[in-house]
């Protein structure tokens, strides 16, 4: 993928993903090369799903898109945005 200031970051914390997800990031790969989705741990949030099975439903559902990029996000999303080098939230 290319540049990541130029790629969005959509921050997940869904429990499950819903098709309003799929389609919000399906519509941002009209605008920008690609997505990265950072799925969002949050221990102290009682949740359906672990962060492990949200992070292989949501690799699961854009597993045949290669300008979708999922990966963990722990701490403040700022700061996983200043460690990736990402300039752009969805």
């Known amino acids: 993928m290319s540049d990541p ?9 869904a429990d499950p993903p819903t098709w309003g997800h799929e389609r919000l990031v399906r519509r941002a790969l009209e605008l920008f090369e690609g997505v ?9 949030k009682t949740q359906l799903f672990t962060n ?18 999922v990966e963990s996000c722990a701490g403040l999303l700022a700061d996983h945005c200043y460690r990736g080098g990402h300039r752009v939230l969805l």
């Open 5 to 13: 200031r130029r790629l969005p970051v959509f921050a997940f914390s």
């Open 36 to 44: 990265t989705v950072g799925v969002a741990e949050n221990a102290e």
């Open 52 to 69: 492990e099975e949200r992070l292989a439903l949501v690799q699961r559902l854009f597993r045949k898109e290669p300008r979708v990029r």
